[in-house]
């Protein structure tokens, strides 16, 4: 992967930044998302921020050696503190769990005026960022799910649009994600299926307590319900 070449993942995400004028990547590591974005034309400027100095530095260098010092400001700094009040539409945050991007989101609150669309990829537990989402008055218009070198990404496109209602098991799986069922998805929750059966098989060889009891009763709801919406049986 480089700035001209970005991984499908990461492609992905940068698909429904258009069409941003300007746009903030969180936490950018080696700033690939932005320079990309702006040498396809899809942001005309973009922010990089990155709250550790290694992969800072890496995203300053980055920057420098594709020519693109002008059009990109990489600051150093935690999630969106990085940015002034109404200086960017849209706001990407990739390669990070859920629940860390929607303590981004939550604790940069004051920030996101102004903003119009957050692209969001949670590598995990990507419904603590549609529960986020769902009571903060933005809507998800799209979603993708997709398989890359073994793993399955979810990415997040939401605008800000209050009045959407989720259901727990659309966040759980996506309101988009669950109707179209593509080859990831049912990969991604055929995967979901066996680790939760093999912990429910260690759950009952345990010593009962509140606890398990309280456990086994979580992991069989999520089990029933992935049964029920890819159509898989015990596995
Ligand atoms: N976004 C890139 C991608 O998807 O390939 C990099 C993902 S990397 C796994 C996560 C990056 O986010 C790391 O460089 C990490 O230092 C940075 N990060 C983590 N928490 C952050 C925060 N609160 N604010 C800014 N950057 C953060």
């Not at 480089?2 to 698909?15: D, I, M, P």
């Not at 935690?78 to 539409?89: F, Y």
């Not at 920030?111 to 990829?121: E, P, Y």
């Not at 309101?175 to 680790?195: C, V, Y």
Request: glycine share 8%.
């Amino acid at each position: 992967m480089n700035s001209n070449q970005l991984s499908k993942r990461l492609e992905t995400v940068a698909s429904f930044i258009k069409p941003a004028q300007t746009f903030a990547d969180i936490g950018s590591d080696h700033a690939y998302l932005p320079c990309y974005a702006v040498k396809k034309g899809l942001a005309e400027r973009a922010v990089a921020g990155e709250v550790v100095e290694g992969p800072f530095q890496s995203a300053k260098r980055q920057v420098a050696s594709d020519g693109l010092s002008e059009q990109i400001d990489v600051r150093k700094g935690s999630g969106l503190a990085v940015l002034s009040p109404g200086e960017v539409e849209c706001i990407t945050i990739a390669g990070m769990g859920g629940p860390l991007i929607a303590s981004i989101l939550e604790e940069g609150r004051e920030k996101l005026n102004g903003v119009q669309k957050l692209v969001l990829q949670p590598n995990i537990a990507a419904h603590a960022v549609r529960s986020w989402l769902n009571e903060n008055g933005w809507a998800i218009e799209t979603e993708a799910i997709l398989e890359e070198d073994g793993q399955v990404y979810e990415v997040i496109s939401a605008i800000s649009k209050p009045g959407q209602k989720l259901s727990e098991q659309e966040r759980y799986f996506g309101p988009f994600l669950m109707k179209e069922k593509n080859k990831a998805f049912l990969l991604k929750w055929k995967r979901e299926l066996e680790q939760i059966e093999q912990v429910l098989g260690q759950l009952e060889r345990a010593a009962e307590s509140e606890g398990t009891v309280q456990r086994k009763h979580e992991l069989n709801k999520r089990k029933d319900w992935i049964k029920e919406v890819t159509g898989y049986e015990n596995t």
